[in-house]
């Protein structure tokens, strides 16, 4: 080989493992991913982040039942699960990981979030990979019928992105110069993490629907936030077209937040409304960028 085609190799190889080490610093702990053989967006063997000790790992059938299938598939943004049952016995198959997860879920089927259910702390030391759970979702998407105060976030895993506030039949962002960690904690909180790990912003483009705003730690709903600004005026002229992006993660330490109500917002009198089903979504967006920021 000659030693341009081994630098032009080795300089590939180099990129392609810097490219999965950003990947791989980007994951939140408690991110869901589907994976297998023909997996897609919305069905596959499921697989969990837990941090950097465990990477991902498959998801035990121990405790598994059709309420933990919703509450994996709300998490990835779709409105329900259509099916579920063992990977095995699925097209997906079994998975190659050290470890299984999740072992012993009960869910009540109101959260938002996997980890929001009781289930056997660490790895699952008698289970294996024949224990694995595949998961067929609704392709409809949670936020296809969305409520007026409505979050989600547009970016390249469950857990981080852009945020946008659906108000007047229209998605909008968010801007970023009020945002500290308690601002963002609260719009974390309403998509079911406990806490905001990070904050950043860009020109993301769109309306921006909220410009000056400040929440109070307790807070577990960016609408109930206190609102300087007209809410559902365009500000991004004035704000500069600085769109706000969070990362969210959950902390078993963390606040926990309630799930009887969503955060509706009643724009007529510019207070916040309950309703008896809590709707709040996540978006997932195929891409790998280890920034907060969906790629262009």
């Known amino acids: 080989m000659s030693s341009r ?15 999965y080490l950003r990947a791989a610093a980007a994951e939140n702990v408690g991110d869901l991913r589907f994976a297998g053989n023909g997996a897609k967006s919305s069905a596959g063997r499921l697989e969990i982040f837990l941090g950097a000790d465990y990477e991902w790992g498959t998801v035990s059938h121990g405790g598994f039942d059709q309420k933990s299938a919703n509450v994996a598939c709300r998490q990835l943004g779709y409105e329900g699960a259509k099916s579920f049952g063992l990977a095995k016995n699925s097209s997906f198959g079994v998975g190659d990981s050290w470890w299984t997860f999740l072992n012993d879920s009960r869910c009540t089927g109101d959260e938002l979030h996997l980890l929001r259910c009781h289930w056997s702390a660490g790895p699952c030391a008698r289970c294996d990979h024949s224990d694995d ?13 969305p409520y007026e105060g409505q979050v989600r976030l547009i970016g ?40 905001a790990n990070g904050i950043d912003y860009g020109t993301y483009g769109g309306i921006i629907w909220i410009n000056s705003y400040h929440c109070e730690e307790s807070q577990e709903c960016f609408t109930n936030c ?23 993660e ?47």
């Open 226 to 248: 206190y609102h300087y600004s007209e809410i559902g005026k365009d500000w991004a002229q004035e704000c500069s077209a600085r769109y706000l992006a969070v990362s969210c």
């Open 133 to 145: 759970i595949a998961i067929e979702c609704s392709t409809v998407a949670l936020w296809a019928v």
């Open 5 to 19: 085609l081994w630098n032009a190799t080795m300089k590939s190889i180099l990129m392609l493992c810097l490219i």
């Open 250 to 296: 959950f902390l078993s330490e963390g606040p926990v937040s309630t799930y009887s109500t969503n955060c509706q917002w009643d724009l007529s009198t510019n207070v916040t409304v309950t309703s008896s089903f809590l709707t709040t979504t996540l978006v997932l967006d195929p891409t790998t960028s280890s920034s907060l920021l969906p790629s262009s």
């Open 156 to 195: 390249p895993y469950p857990s981080k992105g852009v945020v946008e506030v659906y108000l007047k039949s229209e998605w909008g962002g968010v801007c970023s110069d009020n945002a500290t960690f308690t601002e963002t904690n609260s719009i974390c909180r309403q998509l079911g993490y406990t806490n």
